[in-house]
């Protein structure tokens, strides 16, 4: 949850900030509208949105966002399990048209950072003073054989919520007792790490109310993951008999290496096939295309970026952040990015005015759910900071749940998790309406 202590870091922060835009006469605002362009109107782009336009409205912001309804990611897992609707991950772009933002329906396609402007699919051009990227995640489909965009739509991803979300799920209702689910999990660093373990513990969820037969295996190409003790814990005390997990170790690399569609068979690096009647294959990820074609990617096609303000370390003049940005031990969390999003605004106002931005600081939080009111979290606040003589993310104050916890704690999780879920819609959508709205 965006606790006391980060509203008042924040207020802290933005405070300096508006004092600066009211105080400083800073030649981009005082000759006209600045133009912020973002690119990706997500849990990154949009905290950065609200926030410009909500501490200096003079201010000219164009979120470029490909989709009409943003379906979060987050907390899709529960959708699985039946501990939310799928209508409640479901977002408009309202709240932040209200507030005066242009939320242009369109894609991406070329960025050109000296000339400063960005190409849409649509046809048009759009100019910028300040360049903000937050496109989330792309996939790396030549990583496994025989997988590409046409093959999710029979072996879903479900990795970008929304058809995909829905598609899982429609395969998991139609499947017969007794059926077999594979879930194939890549190696680090992808889109929220506990996202897979926490969408195996809804999977076998709904199995065990639904197709007790049934069974969950999965594939995963790493020999440790995050909150693994407490996960563990949960797939024996609740999913024994239906989840079949199989962490890479010595003898056996369960790295997914092809997969086939029409036989929906897959085939690990240690040569084992299996059949499955649901296949859920997590696909090896990158940053989005647009952050990759603007040059900002390194050759793992990942962005680096400056620790103090989420600048692109490779390209001048853009700010790369959210699941796009490679930023140390800091996971690719809406948590993260929301944090980051804050910063990245806070950066952009000093720029314009000529304020100073404050220290920046970062915190992650990351709930897993793992059956009806036990969650778990893990977390940590991360400051900048120097590694041999390299600027990076120092990580503080970490905190992560671990086996035997009481009843009691795990249902505060729990409640936790859902008022942070209504805050940072609010906070990155300007969207009030989750927080009266129920799971
Ligand atoms: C199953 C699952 C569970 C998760 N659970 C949690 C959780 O419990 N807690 C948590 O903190 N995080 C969770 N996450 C992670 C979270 O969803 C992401 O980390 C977060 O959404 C990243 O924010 P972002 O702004 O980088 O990307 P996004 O929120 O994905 O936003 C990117 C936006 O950019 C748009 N876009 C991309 N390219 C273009 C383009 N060229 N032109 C126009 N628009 C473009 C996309 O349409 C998208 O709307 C989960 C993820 C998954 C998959």
Redesign the pocket.
Same mark, same amino acid.
């Given at each position: 949850m965006i606790d006391r202590r980060e509203f008042g870091r924040l207020l802290g922060g933005m405070a300096l900030v508006t004092s600066g835009v009211r105080a400083v006469t800073a030649p981009a605002l005082a000759t006209g509208k600045a133009k912020v362009v973002i690119?990706? #109107?997500?849990?990154?782009?949009g905290t950065v949105a609200r926030i410009l336009k909500t501490e200096a409205p003079q201010l000219d912001v164009t979120i470029?966002?490909?989709?009409e309804i943003?379906t979060?990611?987050?907390?899709?897992?529960h959708f699985f399990g039946g501990f939310r609707s799928f209508a409640s991950l479901q977002h408009s772009y309202d709240g932040l048209r209200k507030l005066g933002i242009t939320v242009a329906n369109?894609?991406?396609?070329d960025i050109d950072v000296s000339g400063k402007t960005v190409k849409l699919a649509g046809g048009g051009t759009l100019a910028f003073d300040q360049l903000v990227l937050?496109? #989330?995640?792309g996939f790396n489909y030549s990583a496994i054989e025989g997988y590409s965009a046409e093959a999710a739509e029979i072996l879903p991803h479900?990795?970008?919520?929304g058809s995909q979300t829905l598609l899982l799920m429609q395969q998991l209702e139609a499947m017969d007792d007794g059926g077999v689910v594979i879930m194939t999990v890549p190696g680090n660093p992808y889109?929220?790490p506990p996202?897979p373990y926490?969408?195996a513990c809804m999977i076998a969820h709904y199995l065990k109310m639904h197709k007790p037969k049934s069974k969950l295996v999965i594939l995963d190409a790493k020999t440790t993951f995050s909150k693994q003790g407490a996960f563990e814990e949960a797939f024996d005390k609740y999913y024994s008999g239906i989840i079949d997990l199989n962490l890479t170790n010595e003898i056996d690399d369960f790295r997914v290496v092809r997969v086939d569609a029409n036989t929906r068979e897959v085939e690990t690096a240690s040569g084992l096939k299996l059949k499955g009647a649901v296949v859920n294959v997590i696909p090896v990820q990158t940053a989005?295309?647009?952050a990759i074609a603007a040059g900002c990617a390194d050759a793992k096609g990942w962005c680096p970026i400056k620790p103090q303000n989420f600048a692109s370390a490779l390209v001048d003049g853009v700010y790369v952040?959210?699941?796009?940005a490679i930023a140390n031990d800091m996971p690719?969390?809406?948590?993260?990015?929301n944090s980051q999003g804050r910063v990245v605004a806070a950066d952009i106002l000093a720029a314009l005015t000529g304020g100073e931005p404050g220290v920046a600081r970062y915190r992650n939080t990351?709930?897993?759910l793992l059956a009806a009111d036990d969650s778990i979290k893990i977390g940590a606040d991360y400051t900048p900071g120097e590694k041999d003589g390299k600027p990076i993310l120092v990580p503080h104050d970490p905190f992560v749940s671990q086996k035997g916890e009481t009843a009691e704690m795990r249902r505060k999780n729990y409640a936790e998790g859902l008022a942070w879920y209504h805050a940072i819609i609010s906070d990155a959508f300007n969207d009030n309406a989750a927080l009266t709205q129920k799971g």
């Amino acid at each position: 949850m965006i606790d006391r202590r980060e509203f008042g870091r924040l207020l802290g922060g933005m405070a300096l900030v508006t004092s600066g835009v009211r105080a400083v006469t800073a030649p981009a605002l005082a000759t006209g509208k600045a133009k912020v362009v973002i690119v990706g #109107g997500g849990a990154g782009g949009g905290t950065v949105a609200r926030i410009l336009k909500t501490e200096a409205p003079q201010l000219d912001v164009t979120i470029v966002e490909k989709r009409e309804i943003y379906t979060s990611c987050f907390n899709s897992n529960h959708f699985f399990g039946g501990f939310r609707s799928f209508a409640s991950l479901q977002h408009s772009y309202d709240g932040l048209r209200k507030l005066g933002i242009t939320v242009a329906n369109d894609i991406a396609t070329d960025i050109d950072v000296s000339g400063k402007t960005v190409k849409l699919a649509g046809g048009g051009t759009l100019a910028f003073d300040q360049l903000v990227l937050s496109p #989330g995640i792309g996939f790396n489909y030549s990583a496994i054989e025989g997988y590409s965009a046409e093959a999710a739509e029979i072996l879903p991803h479900a990795w970008t919520a929304g058809s995909q979300t829905l598609l899982l799920m429609q395969q998991l209702e139609a499947m017969d007792d007794g059926g077999v689910v594979i879930m194939t999990v890549p190696g680090n660093p992808y889109r929220c790490p506990p996202g897979p373990y926490e969408r195996a513990c809804m999977i076998a969820h709904y199995l065990k109310m639904h197709k007790p037969k049934s069974k969950l295996v999965i594939l995963d190409a790493k020999t440790t993951f995050s909150k693994q003790g407490a996960f563990e814990e949960a797939f024996d005390k609740y999913y024994s008999g239906i989840i079949d997990l199989n962490l890479t170790n010595e003898i056996d690399d369960f790295r997914v290496v092809r997969v086939d569609a029409n036989t929906r068979e897959v085939e690990t690096a240690s040569g084992l096939k299996l059949k499955g009647a649901v296949v859920n294959v997590i696909p090896v990820q990158t940053a989005g295309e647009i952050a990759i074609a603007a040059g900002c990617a390194d050759a793992k096609g990942w962005c680096p970026i400056k620790p103090q303000n989420f600048a692109s370390a490779l390209v001048d003049g853009v700010y790369v952040l959210g699941d796009s940005a490679i930023a140390n031990d800091m996971p690719k969390s809406a948590y993260s990015a929301n944090s980051q999003g804050r910063v990245v605004a806070a950066d952009i106002l000093a720029a314009l005015t000529g304020g100073e931005p404050g220290v920046a600081r970062y915190r992650n939080t990351c709930w897993s759910l793992l059956a009806a009111d036990d969650s778990i979290k893990i977390g940590a606040d991360y400051t900048p900071g120097e590694k041999d003589g390299k600027p990076i993310l120092v990580p503080h104050d970490p905190f992560v749940s671990q086996k035997g916890e009481t009843a009691e704690m795990r249902r505060k999780n729990y409640a936790e998790g859902l008022a942070w879920y209504h805050a940072i819609i609010s906070d990155a959508f300007n969207d009030n309406a989750a927080l009266t709205q129920k799971g």
